[in-house]
């Protein structure tokens, strides 16, 4: 079946620090990735979006490429501040297949100073 | 738009009780799903509705548990007779089929069960 595996956290980070979250996927046909974020006490947010092999989704200094050849959504940020701390999804959709989401099971992140 | 509500946003009941949590998704939207999640177990879809049908509840972990929608502006999902192992935050999601799939969350209503 469809499903998403992403690296176990806690990831902690020195603010101003490079972030990298892995995710990978299996998927039986061509789905559309998504990274969620949830902070602390709230629901989850989508945070980027990729439909199509080599897209990549920004947001908020947040990116994440599309590699169809690795079936892999990393998420990336340059510097991360302490307010980035949260737990991070990664999550998909089967383009045609109903609008199910499968999830990662989430990585906390947490940034000090 | 005010996002989608949930309510209440905190339950506390004793084992046995029974629990209704509510959800109004945003307006528009055609699609509605209530997840839970735990430390242990994650995130958990339970069921989803599309245009207020139920199409997948294959998460609803047992009888005891049940989801309606009698209209497009309001779901509930129900635990009757509740127990401690239902303890988790409960989440409603709605979202709008054919515009890229993206769900918006609402904020949770956190059960806990003694």
């Known amino acids: 079946g469809d499903s998403v595996t992403q690296m176990e956290g806690p990831v902690t980070l020195s603010e101003e620090a490079f972030l990298t979250i892995n995710c990978t996927y299996t998927a039986t046909g061509y789905p559309s990735l998504f990274w969620y974020v949830q902070y602390p006490g709230e629901g989850l947010q989508l945070l980027l979006k990729a439909t199509k092999a080599d897209d990549k989704g920004s947001n908020k200094g947040f990116e994440a490429t599309y590699r169809k050849e690795t079936t892999s959504f990393h998420l990336e940020k340059g510097s991360v501040q302490v307010s980035d701390s949260a737990v991070y999804f990664c999550a998909l959709i089967l383009t045609g297949g109903g609008n199910k989401l499968t999830f990662g099971t989430g990585t906390q992140l947490k940034v000090e100073l | 738009d005010a996002g989608v509500i949930q309510s209440p946003r905190h339950e506390v009941t004793e084992m046995g009780q029974e629990v209704t949590l509510r959800c109004k998704p945003i307006?528009?939207?055609?699609?509605l799903f209530w997840y839970r999640q735990t430390m242990m177990r994650g995130l958990e879809l339970l069921i989803y509705?599309?245009?207020?049908?139920?199409?997948?509840d294959s998460g609803m972990p047992e009888d005891r548990f049940s989801a309606k929608m009698p209209n497009a502006s309001f779901s509930t999902l129900k635990i009757q007779p509740s127990e401690p192992r239902d303890s988790a935050v409960y989440f409603c999601?709605?979202?709008?089929?054919?515009?890229?799939?993206?769900?918006?969350f609402g904020p949770g209503t956190r059960l806990t069960v003694t």
């Open positions: 999601a709605s979202s709008f089929v054919a515009s890229s799939y993206e769900q918006y």
């Open positions: 509705f599309n245009n207020n049908v139920p199409i997948d």
């Open positions: 307006s528009g939207h055609n699609s």
